[in-house]
């Protein structure tokens, strides 16, 4: 099991830039790919994104497509999240999660992963 801890939330206005952070540790962090969910009040949890174990791959939902843009340092644990030109409509709880093992393709279900960090709230304001 790996353990993740979300950090950079927080208040932004309409246009503004987060950079979201997760650390991962408990198991060889190059090992997984990753991916980020959000889910807003009263919503399921959505996918925002996804990265490959190299990072050499990414794949984005299209409401983001071209906004936020993922990346990993496995020397530092560590996969980003950089949201730029960011919206009201892009307020949520912002999660990252491994890649479950024996998963095919770019899993966009949060049922494909297995581990889950606690939560970064992002609130972007009008």
């Known amino acids: 099991q790996v353990q993740l801890v979300e950090s950079g939330g927080g208040l932004v206005q309409a246009g503004g830039s987060l950079r979201l952070s997760c650390v991962a540790s408990?198991?060889?962090?190059?090992?997984?790919?990753m991916g980020w969910f959000r889910q807003a009040p009263g919503k399921e949890r959505g996918f925002v994104g996804y990265i490959s174990r190299s990072g050499g791959n990414t794949y984005y939902a299209d409401s983001v497509k071209g906004r936020f843009t993922i990346t990993r340092d496995n020397a530092k644990n560590t996969v980003y999240l950089q949201m730029n030109s960011l919206k009201p409509e892009d307020t949520a709880v912002y999660y990252c999660a491994t890649v479950g093992p024996n998963t095919i393709g770019i899993p966009t279900s949060p049922h494909a992963y297995d581990s889950w960090g606690q939560g970064a709230q992002v609130t972007v304001s009008s």
């Open positions: 408990g198991r060889t962090f190059s090992g997984f790919a």
